[in-house]
């Protein structure tokens, strides 16, 4: 055993020697006379067992035990403390301290200290037992297992510390805080495992652009934070964030696939956007909602027109959320002429919402019903109304249509199809006379339930059409790849009167396209005569627009003759709303 004797008294060093001699002669002993040396000894040896003097000159026994502490001596030994009987109280004191037993020196016989060796080690092995399961707790507390980084509660913890700390300094802290571009669409696409590993690989790549010193954190899913401490111009954060997007620009390879990656990344500073670290992560949170906004793979800084945004925003969230019950939502219907024969084919239910504040256009609460998922519960109340509304001027005239407008959140609601087939049996609905308008924006995450509801709402005989074309991708393959029957032309197409030959030119070429394949047109925006004419002109099949009727409550449509020809549409042109 290797033992160490700390006492600054010969005569007792000597006595004891001898004793450990008697309980084996194969130990081996060192000797210190003060605690500077036994320390310094003990950083560069290992000893089983250290004995202790409690009364020394300088530093007695228990600065020993504070300072192994303070310089945080690891690989430290049982310590047994030795004190005179009058001491026996801090003696006591010791052991709470770190000693791992103690003995009074006018005691000391070759029995007792055996006894006091072997209780010591006891003690100190369950300590370090303990001590190693301590901080394999902590690591499992703090620390994401997948990637490695701090988790959620660490950085929540340093931020708060870090912010603290700079109040205290003088300095910034720029809080990052980002996730990865259509993450889903890989999890979803490639498997779960393979999303596994993108998210290392990702966080490999960024480890390359810090310096170690920053507290970078996965803070669930795909959404990472980094705390830049000591930050002194705001574009200190803006090279790291322009870093951050540039090393995922090169694509991941994952089992042979290709995967393309981005972020979104937002940025706020303390002290100048926030004065605590929640303050701090929130208005990180809507500059990276912004960053999003306008288009992704990119960063943005918060500024203070953002949170006007934003809490607006989030008031009509909150809002939107009782509106069902509130019973604030209305549909009006715009009717749809055949432009042939001018009949009222059938009508667009368009949402309209009296919101406490007045009436919100659609424009802006569909987003905030999609970003929320409120579209959800909202878009069923739409197809039970429409359902119902139709079954009604059906009977006046039966092959009137129902055109509903689906939102992607929507397509991807596995209870969707049981609802719809649900409304149609209860109001006994023909599912020929119900059409489904749908964006390319639903197509372009062409995901498998969203092509699974599309087919099935097809195969069910209700109709599809595509909303908005010439708009946005106007990807001639989701013509092919969905069983599309009509096309809705976008209005932003239509000439403004009299000057826009170009886009004359634009809807001719498309109409012999979509005539070529065989699908339903329909023009929307139809606004002025002449876009009448020329709709006429193309054989274009129906027409819909202010110039004909205005989107109108039920009320107002009851009071239209609903199966008769209107020889001279233009006469039913309704006053703007
Ligand atoms: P949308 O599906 O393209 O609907 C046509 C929009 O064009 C309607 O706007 C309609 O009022 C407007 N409009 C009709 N004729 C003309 C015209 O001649 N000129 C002009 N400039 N505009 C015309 P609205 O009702 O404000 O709806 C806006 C959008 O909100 C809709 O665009 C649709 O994307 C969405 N939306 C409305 N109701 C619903 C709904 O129940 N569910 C879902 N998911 N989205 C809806
Ligand atoms: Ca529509
Ligand atoms: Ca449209």
């Known amino acids: 055993m290797n033992i160490f004797i700390v006492d600054d008294d010969q005569i007792d060093r000597a006595h004891i020697k001898r004793m450990m001699r008697r309980i084996d002669s194969a130990n081996c002993i060192t000797e210190a006379e003060d605690v500077d040396s036994a320390l310094s000894l003990l950083v560069k040896q290992n000893f089983d067992v250290v004995l202790l003097d409690y009364s020394m000159p300088r530093k007695n026994g228990l600065e020993f035990l504070k300072e192994i502490q303070d310089y945080k001596i690891k690989k430290h030994s049982a310590i047994i403390m030795m004190c005179t009987s009058e001491q026996e109280e801090l003696a006591l004191h010791c052991l709470q301290s770190g000693a791992h037993d103690f003995i009074i020196k006018s005691d000391v016989t070759g029995y007792r200290l055996r006894r006091a060796i072997l209780a010591a080690q006891t003690r100190f092995d369950m300590e370090t037992e303990l001590k190693a399961s301590y901080a394999k707790v902590k690591q499992l507390a703090e620390q994401d297992n997948l990637t490695k980084l701090a988790n959620r509660y660490f950085f929540d913890e340093s931020l708060k510390l870090t912010v603290a700390n700079n109040e205290r300094q003088q300095h910034k802290t720029a809080l990052l805080l980002f996730d990865l571009d259509h993450f889903k669409y890989v999890n979803d696409t490639h498997g779960h495992d393979v999303g596994d590993i993108l998210l290392q690989k990702v966080v490999h790549r960024i480890h390359t652009c810090l310096r170690g010193t920053e507290t970078f954190s996965r803070l669930g899913g795909d959404e990472f934070a980094i705390i830049l401490n000591h930050v002194d111009k705001i574009a200190d954060a803006e090279k790291v964030a322009f870093r951050i997007l540039n090393v995922l620009v090169k694509p991941f390879c994952i089992n042979h696939a290709k995967i393309n990656m981005a972020a979104s990344i937002g940025i706020s500073i303390y002290p100048d956007n926030a004065k605590s670290a929640s303050d701090l992560f929130k208005k990180a949170d809507i500059a990276m909602y912004k960053a999003k906004k306008l288009g992704r793979n990119q960063f943005a800084f918060f500024e ?274």
Not at 363 to 368: G, M
Not at 483 to 511: A, C, R, Y
């Open 304 to 577: 203070d027109e953002m949170q006007k945004q934003f809490l607006k925003r989030y008031r009509i969230e909150n809002e939107l959320k009782q509106a069902l019950d509130k019973q604030q939502f209305e549909l009006f219907y715009q009717p749809v002429f055949n432009c042939e024969n001018r009949n009222i084919t059938g009508f667009e239910a368009l949402l309209r919402w009296h919101s406490d504040q007045g009436i919100i256009s659609p424009e802006i609460f569909i987003p905030i019903a999609e970003e929320s998922r409120l579209i959800k519960p909202i878009g069923r109340w739409v197809i039970k109304q429409a359902c119902r509304q139709i079954s009604i001027w059906q009977r006046q005239n039966p092959t009137l249509t129902m055109a509903i407008n689906l939102s992607p959140i929507q397509l991807l609601d596995s209870t969707l199809l049981l609802h719809i087939k649900h409304c149609m049996k209860k109001y006994q609905v023909d599912p020929q006379s119900i059409e489904f308008e749908i964006t390319e924006t639903a197509l372009l995450d062409d995901s498998w339930q969203t092509q699974a509801i599309i087919n099935s709402l097809s195969e069910l005989g209700c109709k599809i059409a595509l909303d908005d074309f010439g708009t946005g991708f106007s990807s001639l393959s989701h013509l092919h790849h969905f069983p599309i029957d009509t096309v809705k032309i976008d209005k932003s197409l239509m000439p403004s009167e009299g000057v826009d030959f170009s886009n004359e030119k634009i809807i001719h070429g498309l109409v012999i396209m979509l005539q070529y394949l065989n699908l339903n047109i329909v023009a929307e925006g139809v606004e002025f005569k002449s876009h009448l004419s020329m709709c006429q002109s193309l054989n274009i099949h129906k027409l819909q627009g202010y110039l004909l009727s205005k989107p109108m409550p039920c009320e107002e449509i009851d009071k239209m003759a609903l199966f008769a020809t209107y020889p001279n549409i233009v006469n039913y042109a309704v006053q703007p709303e």
